[in-house]
């Protein structure tokens, strides 16, 4: 019954909502359509065009067709709402990074395309099922469902291609290598299958509302429709569906979902810091330990005597805890350990890059021909410079080892 119709382009100088306006109320004047009979438009969500007072929904509205109504796209309303909401969860950009990295590696190198392919053809997958990966599309979120549908179709054939790529030994392999440890996580999995099963379910309604067949009292249904859809997976019979998927894909890969999350070791190290909330407590240090193999009874045991000799003390930092153990590291040996390693892990690689900044000074145009050991060597004088070397020493051991007899060198 009724139909949409393209009338053409318009090439505009101006792109403020008033020039827009103007524009817009000419070119429709210019095929003879009844501005009064204009009762809705419909403009994304760009301030310019929606603007409550100054867009130029708000122009023609008060100006030029004053019974038309404005209709923020329910296609970009809904990819806003996605949008706003994987922000809340934590782990979502990690997720999005990692799904969107894997389309990369494959379709970046010939090489990495080809191991993919050669891997899907003796698994021989391809009957029934996407073969190929899909693009991840920042602004179409719906399109990330069909990226995510395709990586649980080809995880088999993705993992086998990352183990193949990781055991060449080249730049590629560094890349293999964290793409396989992410894709094995349980949280991603987990992740994997929730995101699945509700962005199929938003899919549909995505599909819909670009269609141009759809009508308000439709897509206002179809909205609600889905909305009541996703209220319902909020309870434990839905979630037992989803996890029981998981369970069997995780069976069938060989994954174990009950391994322990990575750790972040950095905050339980500060817990041997005196200006820290948690100085000295035990559950604070013990992801820390665990991850040095110490023994935490032992260190529970150290803390509960060691509290007690350092209550009247005056520590202001780590090293004045360690000259504090220090003349009593026979009875306190494992946390003596603890702070050993903890005052030696590097912050930051500036010293190291230094080094590059250094071998750039000495291997000039001019000593181009200089050896990988010459340099090697030289370096290592420019860099450790401060350390006091005995130079009369140095060439008696010389003269020692090489016994030239042509050259006097004692």
């Known amino acids: 019954m009724f139909n949409e119709y393209l009338l053409g382009l318009v090439k505009l100088n101006e792109f403020d909502a008033e020039s827009l306006s103007i524009e817009i109320i000419k070119y429709l004047s210019f ?3 009844d501005i009064n009979n204009c009762i809705a438009m419909c403009f994304d969500g760009a301030s310019v065009m929606s603007g409550r007072h100054g867009g130029v929904q ?6 030029y067709m004053t019974r038309a109504i404005y209709i923020h796209c329910f296609a970009h309303k809904l990819n806003l709402v996605i949008r706003d909401v994987s922000k809340v969860v934590p782990y979502l950009p990690e997720f999005y990074s990692i799904v969107s990295k894997i389309y990369s590696y494959f379709h970046s190198s010939s090489v990495t395309s080809e191991c993919f392919k050669s891997v899907q053809q003796k698994l ?4 029934n099922i996407s073969t190929s990966l899909k693009h991840w599309c920042d602004t179409r979120w719906d399109s990330r469902w069909s990226s995510i549908h395709a990586l649980i179709q080809n995880y088999k054939a993705l993992i086998i291609s990352l183990e193949e790529l990781e055991s060449e030994g080249d730049e590629r392999s560094v890349d293999a290598r964290s793409l396989l440890m992410a894709l094995r996580v349980p949280t991603f999995i987990i992740t994997l299958f929730i995101i699945h099963k509700i962005f199929g379910i938003i899919k549909i309604l995505s599909d819909q509302l670009k269609a141009k067949t759809i009508d308000f009292c439709h897509a206002q249904f179809l909205i609600k429709s889905v909305i009541a859809k996703i209220a ?4 434990e019979h839905a979630f037992s569906l989803i996890y029981t998927d998981v369970i069997n894909f995780c069976q069938q890969h060989h994954i174990d979902l009950a391994s322990a999350p990575r750790q972040r070791r950095i905050k339980s190290i500060s817990a041997l810091c005196p200006d820290s909330e948690k100085f000295l407590e035990s559950e604070s240090l013990k992801p820390f330990a665990l991850e ?5 009874c032992s260190l529970c045991n150290e803390i509960e005597v060691l509290k007690s000799m350092l209550k009247d003390t005056n ?19 494992t946390i003596m350990s603890l702070i050993i390693i903890a005052m030696t892990i590097p912050i930051s690689s500036t010293t190291r890059e230094r080094t590059f900044s250094k071998m750039k ?18 370096c290592v004088l ?16 010389f003269a020692d080892l090489h016994k030239n007899g042509r050259i006097l060198l004692k």
């Open 124 to 127: 021989m997958i391809g009957h």
């Open 382 to 397: 420019a860099v450790e410079r401060d350390f006091a070397i005995d130079f009369e020493q140095l060439m008696n051991d």
């Open 31 to 33: 095929f003879n359509i």
């Open 361 to 378: 000074l000495i291997k000039t145009t001019t000593r181009n021909t200089m050896s990988d050991k010459r340099l090697n060597d030289l």
């Open 58 to 63: 708000a122009i023609l509205r008060r100006n």
């Open 315 to 333: 520590l202001e930092n780590i090293v004045d805890l360690y000259h504090q153990v220090l003349p009593l590291k026979q009875a306190f040996p």
């Open 232 to 235: 319902d997976l909020r309870d």
């Open 292 to 296: 040095m193999k110490a023994d935490f």
